[in-house]
């Protein structure tokens, strides 16, 4: 820079270092001056910069040693506020909530879906409402209660034996007016698990990072706890109940209806009427069985595809490893064989998608 450059810079800085000086700031009307006295040393920066060292030094704040603080002062610190801060939810929200609360006749209300939804469909339905409904998210009244009706409901249609016997029943008469709504659509079909354990089945526990514990009890099978002073058998009734619990689970898990290999337990071979998918049965299928035939194929056919998916992806991994172990050793040979590597589920797959819907 020139020194009619540095010249012109230094003014400016003087005058920025004036105008901060007539705002009441110190400190920068003196950078800015010393910053023109290096550029271009001036009769009018040193005679500022006196006049501003002057003044900073009339005004800096004396320091007096801290005193301790009084007893009010002490006294308000210490006091606790008895009034919880209030918590803000939305309008779509609160919506969310009053229409399961207000609205929904049945399970397959309570998820929006139909009584025709694989068990996909209706746990994207849970995934989508449990996030919006969580009480560590909605603040809404009653979002809790909505919550664990969404869950109650996931719960009952995901299980096939238990979604069979609720459709059987079919939907029952509105209930009275003097009857709570929870206990029409709930009663007769709860869930052996809780709402926030099925969340964090599909979320898992930290889902909601800072937010409150939110407790649930288990509604059935629940112990009193043993009192410390109890004898030796109260003490291990807990115990003695996980294990026969444990013992009994196995009763009560209903078997699929179908299998996608044959086996002694499921010899009949039968074909799916869309994607001629191949499954097996039990014998007994055609007289036990009485649910919807069209929902258990599609369940089938996404079930195959599913598998088809991780296969394709299996062999594509290995060919191409196989491959980059070639060029890595720089055997032209075996790479040629790498790239000549088939896939079949891809092509399984990539056929399925072919098929005319």
């Known amino acids: 820079m020139t020194i009619e450059g540095n010249k012109d810079e230094s003014d ?13 700031n110190v400190e920068k009307a003196e950078r800015f001056l010393l910053k023109a006295e290096r550029l271009y040393p001036t009769a009018r920066a040193k ?120 459709d059987l029943r079919g939907e029952e008469p509105a209930p009275s007016a003097h009857a709570h709504h929870q206990t029409y659509y709930a009663r007769g079909f709860e869930s052996d698990l809780t709402a926030e354990e099925l969340f964090n089945m599909f979320f898992g526990a930290t889902a909601f990072p800072g937010g409150g514990p939110t407790v649930y009890a288990r509604r059935r099978g629940r112990e009193p706890e043993p009192r410390e002073s109890g004898t030796g058998l109260v003490q291990l009734l807990p115990v003695l109940v996980l294990v026969l619990l444990s013992m009994m689970s196995g009763l009560f898990i209903s078997e699929p209806v179908f299998s996608l290999a044959p086996s002694s337990k499921y010899p009949v071979p039968r074909e799916t009427v869309n994607l001629k998918v191949p499954y097996y049965v039990k014998e007994n299928f055609h007289t036990d069985y009485q649910g919807s035939l069209r929902r258990l194929e599609m369940s089938i056919e996404e079930e195959y595809i599913v598998g088809l998916r991780h296969a394709c992806q299996r062999e594509r991994n290995y060919r191409e490893s196989m491959a980059w172990k070639a060029r890595n050793f720089g055997d032209s040979k075996q790479y040629a064989d790498a790239q000549k590597l088939r896939t079949p589920s891809c092509e399984k797959l990539q056929n399925l998608q072919n098929l005319p819907r």
């Not at 400016?12 to 009441?24: M, V």
């Open 47 to 166: 005679e500022l910069l006196a006049r501003v060292r002057a003044a900073g030094a009339g005004t800096a704040p004396k320091r007096s040693p801290p005193s301790s603080p009084s007893a009010e002062e002490v006294r308000r610190r210490k006091a606790p506020s008895h009034q919880p801060p209030q918590r803000e939810y939305t309008q779509e929200q609160l919506d969310a909530v009053r229409r399961i609360k207000t609205k929904c006749k049945d399970y397959y209300e309570i998820l929006g879906v139909s009584k025709e939804a694989t068990d996909s469909d209706i746990k994207k339905a849970y995934k989508k409402l449990a996030l919006q409904l969580h009480p560590d998210k909605n603040h809404a009244p009653g979002a809790a209660e909505a919550f664990k009706a969404i869950g109650n409901a996931a719960a009952i249609l995901t299980d096939p034996e238990r979604r069979k016997q609720y």
């Open 12 to 24: 400016r800085c003087i005058d920025i270092a004036q105008s901060a000086l007539a705002a009441g």
